[in-house]
Each structure stands twice: as C-alpha cells, then as structure tokens.
C-alpha cells in the first residue's frame, strides 16, 4: 500500500500523541479504517523506535540507572508479583525490554561487582530463567512478552516475516520461470553487500531493465529508505546495476523518485515483467 506523504504525516503525529500499547494500535486501526493494518503496524512500529532512539540517552545516564534501580528494589520490596517495570517503563515512556535491560546488567553489575558482557545480558533477556534472582526473571518476563516493538521476542518475530516474504519471492520468482542467484549463493562467492536476488537474465518493469529485487517486510518511511540507499541499495546499483526494492508494506509514494537512475519501489510484486524471450516472441 502505497501512502501520500501527507497521509504519512497524519499517521506519524497521531503516534506521536499516544503510548505504544496494544492499546493504541487498536485506536491506530479505529482512525484509519481505510488503510491496511499491516501498513499500520509497520509505521507504529518504526515511528515508536525512531521515539526511543531520541530519548535513549537520557534513560542512561548514571542518574537514571540508579533511580530505576532503586524504584525498582523499593517496588519489590513492597509487592514483588506486582509488574514494577514494566509500569516503570510505561511512565517515564521508555521501552519495557530495554527499561528490563538496564536494571538487569545495575543488578548483575552489583552481584558479581564487575560489568556484564552483552552476550550475557542478551542470553538472560532471551530467556529469563537464566536470572539468579527469581523476582526479577519474573520482572523481565514481564517487560519482555508486553513489549510490543522490541526486545528478543519481537526481533523474532521481525526475523520470521522477513524470511517469510523472501521465500514468497522466491516462489513467485519460480513461478515466472525467472533464472536467478539468491543471496546466500552470493555471499559463498565471497561477495559482502547483497540483494535478496540477482536475475541472471534481466527483466523490464514498468519500462525499467532490472538486475536484481530486495525484499524488505516494512514500511518505506523516509529515514528508513535513506538509510536503505546509502547502506545497501545504491552500492546494489554500483555494483549489478538498476534493481526493483519491494516494501512488502507499502512505502511513501513520493521515495520513489529514482527510476530513472535505476532504483525502482513497489509494493508487491510486479504482474507486468518482461522477459527477453515475451520481446523477442514480439518481434
């Protein structure tokens, strides 16, 4: 589903004006019934990532780990069932994942008087138990499953949907009787910066010879595109030539602005490919 950038705009201040709750996802749908849900949760998402990257800083400074801390350890004292951090999280507006990070590594920094690796840390977010303190593997199993945007879980859940619509591609790509090299077969060749799929023989799209398709299962907002061109598909283009990006959920129309240069957006895949075999049968 393709999105105007004013209609973009409407939806992101909207977010901007609600906590990222399940809750509001629901109101999210209730105010924009015209636009698919998918779409919807894509942009929730990216736009409530895009909020905790600019206030990230402030959640960690020395001062505000040791008051989380400490609000935690009183919180607990008083009702250790109650979910203190995750309405910790909730209040001050910061993820529940990255808020049950910041207490676990102040806790196991005490414990073992010595700063915990990260493997460690995501080890133990990854699954709780691992946690030397009952109450608080509790406490992280909370922000962990109601975390709706990051955290082990959702990076999961992200992961699958991306495989997920790499292997609808590739069918759809066998379908056409398209010959091509996937991404994996690439990278045993020893090539570094690769798109999903290379057509060994290029095809036209809507009048553009395209060399390779990335498959992308979001939205195309933006700063997400930018930084998609500059770290991946411009160095595509450099390296096989034009390619066609899908954003399997939709994109802001006016991103696809490069055509002519040879970077071409869709959001599903192409029903009028051109093949050299249909052009030279039209000879």
Known sequence: MKLTKAQYDEIAQFLGHV???RQSLRKLKEKFPSQSQSTLLSIFSQEYQKQIKRTHAKHHTAEAIETYYQRYLNG???NAAAPILLELANEVDF???????IVL???LQEKEQAIPSKTLINSMLRDPSQIPNGVLANQVYQCTVNDCCYGPLVDCIKHA???EHEVLLREMLLEKNLSFIAEDQLRA???DKTPDFILEVPVAVEGHIIHWIESKASFGDESSHQAYLQDQFWSYWNRFGPGLVIYWYGF??????HRER???LKDCFPTDIVTLRHSMAQR
């Open 19 to 21: 906590q990222p709750t």
């Open 76 to 78: 607990v004292m008083k």
């Open 95 to 101: 993820a529940p994942s990255l808020m049950a990070r």
């Open 105 to 107: 590594e102040r806790f």
């Open 161 to 163: 949907i991306g495989h």
């Open 189 to 191: 060749k020893g090539y």
């Open 252 to 257: 802001i129309e006016e991103l696809d602005c």
């Open 262 to 264: 040879g970077i071409l």
